[in-house]
């Protein structure tokens, strides 16, 4: 028997009842009747925790069992789905394994599932909507970041001479290329690849090189970032990483809104520490080909970092490699082409 609170069938007021018999012969014995009445049950809640679990008769009638009523042993409900969920949640063991499963399962999706999905999602993309993103890129950052360039038209065309010198000894595996200056402003000494085969270079950054080899090395690596569709796949990862958190936290579309919307804008400023290897290897290649010093943007990047104040060491964290290990892997790879074409000419 169970102990409890009925409603009469269109009415919200509670009286004392109780409960007995069992599946397919209740009884209901309210306090306010002498006899108790047979009722047809129709319906019993879903066991939430703190919330009591209601019985809805055929007449419309509700009864409310106390939080500590079992009622799924009371009707023999011991094997339904609601009650053997409600037995694992008690299990403090099975919650904690479920938990950590979780916790793998999500970290496998952002750190494998989420970069491989971005990889296909960019090698896919119409070459229509890549040049929009570019476009809508470059305007973005020129109203927030950047400003008309400053530099004199001769060392302009000099700039320009360079970047088609070097465009021409790019693969053709992607967009056309093309040479943006602007005067950095906030982000000062940098350059950065857009979607769609724009590259751009700060003012800061020029005067900073101390030779235009230095200045080759970087435009290299900015065309990797491109040929490798690396803006691409980093605003696809955004995509991917915001619709996990809206999934997870359970309201995905605003958030959604507001990556499509600033992605593309904010995304391609950074890398991962894969793709600056990546670019940093391509810069290598290209520049060999071009006959030009693959090592001399490697020298840049040194004053580039002293001047933010930062360390050429890699840290544990870092989105980017170390300047020291940067420098490394690219004497190393400037060794292997040497070798690899000692032994061609054999």
């Not at 409890?4 to 409960?19: D, I």
């Not at 007995?20 to 047979?38: F, H, I, S, T």
């Not at 499509?260 to 080909?289: G, K, N, P």
């Not at 840290?315 to 020291?324: D, Q, S």
């Given at each position: 028997?169970?102990?409890?609170?009925?409603?009469?069938?269109?009415?919200?007021?509670?009286?004392?009842?109780?409960?007995?018999?069992?599946?397919?012969?209740?009884?209901?014995?309210?306090?306010?009747?002498?006899?108790?009445?047979?009722?047809?049950?129709?319906?019993?809640?879903?066991?939430?925790?703190?919330?009591?679990?209601?019985?809805?008769?055929?007449?419309?009638?509700?009864?409310?069992?106390?939080?500590?009523?079992?009622?799924?042993?009371?009707?023999?409900?011991?094997?339904?789905?609601?009650?053997?969920?409600?037995?694992?949640?008690?299990?403090?063991?099975?919650?904690?394994?479920?938990?950590?499963?979780?916790?793998?399962?999500?970290?496998?999706?952002?750190?494998?599932?989420?970069?491989?999905?971005?990889?296909?999602?960019?090698?896919?993309?119409?070459?229509?909507?890549?040049?929009?993103?570019?476009?809508?890129?470059?305007?973005?950052?020129?109203?927030?970041?950047?400003?008309?360039?400053?530099?004199?038209?001769?060392?302009?065309?000099?700039?320009?001479?360079?970047?088609?010198?070097?465009?021409?000894?790019?693969?053709?595996?992607?967009?056309?290329?093309?040479?943006?200056?602007?005067?950095?402003?906030?982000?000062?000494?940098?350059?950065?690849?857009?979607?769609?085969?724009?590259?751009?270079?700060?003012?800061?950054?020029?005067?900073?090189?101390?030779?235009?080899?230095?200045?080759?090395?970087?435009?290299?690596?900015?065309?990797?970032?491109?040929r490798e569709r690396h803006s691409l796949q980093q605003i696809y990862r955004v995509?991917?990483?915001?619709?996990?958190?809206?999934?997870?936290?359970?309201?995905?579309?605003?958030?959604?809104?507001?990556?499509?919307?600033?992605?593309?804008?904010?995304?391609?400023?950074?890398?991962?520490?894969?793709?600056?290897?990546?670019?940093?290897?391509?810069?290598?290649?290209?520049?060999?080909?071009?006959?030009?010093?693959?090592?001399?943007?490697?020298?840049?990047?040194?004053?580039?970092?002293?001047?933010?104040?930062?360390?050429?060491?890699?840290?544990?964290?870092?989105?980017?490699?170390?300047?020291?290990?940067?420098?490394?892997?690219?004497?190393?790879?400037?060794?292997?082409?040497?070798?690899?074409?000692?032994?061609?000419?054999?």
């Open positions: 028997m169970i102990d409890g609170r009925y409603f009469p069938p269109g009415s919200s007021r509670a009286v004392a009842a109780s409960l007995a018999g069992g599946p397919g012969r209740l009884a209901l014995k309210r306090e306010d009747e002498p006899q108790a009445q047979a009722v047809v049950l129709m319906s019993v809640s879903d066991p939430l925790a703190g919330v009591p679990r209601k019985l809805t008769f055929a007449d419309g009638g509700v009864f409310e069992a106390p939080l500590e009523a079992d009622v799924d042993g009371f009707l023999n409900m011991g094997g339904s789905f609601f009650a053997r969920l409600t037995r694992l949640e008690a299990n403090l063991g099975l919650v904690a394994a479920a938990a950590v499963v979780t916790i793998g399962l999500v970290f496998a999706i952002y750190r494998f599932g989420i970069p491989l999905l971005a990889s296909g999602a960019a090698a896919i993309t119409p070459p229509p909507i890549v040049a929009a993103m570019d476009r809508g890129t470059l305007e973005t950052v020129d109203r927030v970041v950047f400003s008309p360039s400053e530099l004199d038209e001769g060392r302009k065309q000099e700039l320009q001479a360079m970047f088609d010198e070097l465009a021409g000894f790019a693969d053709d595996a992607g967009p056309a290329l093309k040479l943006q200056l602007r005067r950095g402003g906030a982000i000062g000494a940098n350059a950065l690849a857009l979607p769609g085969g724009t590259i751009v270079v700060t003012d800061e950054l020029v005067a900073l090189a101390a030779s235009d080899d230095e200045i080759a090395g970087v435009i290299a690596h900015e065309i990797g970032h491109v995509l991917g990483i915001g619709f996990m958190v809206g999934l997870i936290g359970g309201d995905a579309s605003q958030l959604v809104d507001d990556v499509v919307t600033q992605a593309s804008a904010l995304q391609t400023l950074v890398y991962s520490r894969e793709f600056e290897t990546h670019a940093d290897l391509y810069s290598v290649a290209l520049m060999a080909r071009a006959g030009r010093d693959p090592l001399a943007f490697v020298d840049l990047l040194d004053r580039i970092v002293r001047a933010a104040g930062g360390s050429d060491e890699t840290g544990w964290l870092a989105t980017h490699p170390g300047t020291r290990d940067r420098r490394e892997a690219v004497r190393k790879r400037v060794k292997e082409l040497g070798e690899a074409g000692e032994t061609a000419r054999n």
